[in-house]
T-cell receptor, first 118, second 116 residues
Framework: NAGVMQNPRHLVRRRGQEARLRCSPM?????VYWYRQLPEEGLKFMVYLQKENIIDESGMPKERFSAEFPKEGPSILRIQQVVRGDSAAYFC????????????????FGDGTRLSIL | AQSVTQLGSHVSVSEGALVLLRCNYSSSVPPYLFWYVQYPNQGLQLLLKYTTGATLVKGINGFEAEFKKSETSFHLTKPSAHMSDAAEYFCAVTRPSGTGRRALTFGSGTRLQVQP
């Protein structure tokens, strides 16, 4: 399967613990997006990264949340000191490389990580 | 700023009936528009997209959508519903960019039920 891979699929944490969500983009894609989906809601943009760079983090909460996309390895979304309100499905999407006006290339989504906070 | 409004959080149709899922957008520049489908416990799968050119776009699984600039709409249709179409459908918008990609802004979704 050459799609976007996210792991774990399900993650349970107690309040105050750290959650780490991983995303491996499709082969050949170097643009990664993270979205959060609260129950009964649509997806909300969190952060957009390219390799080793955060391009847009306007949707990220200012505290406890961070994201990275290192030169080697998957993109990581890290949530420190989790609270009940962090319970949600977190989706990663990737899109292809390219130059020029390429925002018409669709984003391909992973199956998400369902985070539950006890 | 962009926004997407999906009218009707739940739509129920009979198998074989017309499917119509409504999407209206707000954008200060000509948008790129997308419809995604989400099955339970899965990620989003692209159904179709509009960027430029023909305003009636055809997607997978028999779905199509028409971009109507005057109505700022991008409604999704399918002539005959199938049981397997039962899922959550999301309309999304983004802005064209010559220098970089932009994130998608999603509507709140419409859950489609198909009755036998």
């Amino acid at each position: 399967n050459a799609g976007v891979m996210q792991n774990p699929r399900h993650l349970v944490r107690r309040r105050g613990q750290e959650a780490r969500l991983r995303c491996s983009p499709m082969k050949g894609h170097s643009h990664v997006y993270w979205y959060r989906q609260l129950p009964e809601e649509g997806l909300k943009f969190m952060v957009y990264l390219q390799k080793e760079n955060i391009i847009d983090e306007s949707g990220m909460p200012k505290e406890r949340f961070s994201a990275e996309f290192p030169k080697e390895g998957p993109s990581i979304l890290r949530i420190q000191q989790v609270v009940r309100g962090d319970s949600a499905a977190y989706f990663c999407a990737s899109s292809p490389n390219g130059t020029g006006s390429f925002s018409n290339q669709p984003q391909h989504f992973g199956d998400g990580t369902r985070l539950s906070i006890l | 700023a962009q926004s997407v409004t999906q009218l009707g959080s739940h739509v129920s149709v009979s198998e074989g009936a017309l499917v119509l899922l409504r999407c209206n957008y707000s954008s200060s520049v000509p948008p790129y528009l997308f419809w995604y489908v989400q099955y339970p416990n899965q990620g989003l799968q692209l159904l179709l997209k509009y960027t430029t050119g023909a305003t009636l776009v055809k997607g997978i699984n028999g779905f199509e959508a028409e971009f109507k600039k005057s109505e700022t709409s991008f409604h999704l249709t399918k002539p005959s519903a199938h049981m397997s179409d039962a899922a959550e459908y999301f309309c999304a918008v983004t802005r064209p960019s010559g220098t970089g990609r932009r994130a998608l802004t999603f509507g709140s979704g419409t859950r489609l039920q198909v009755q036998p």
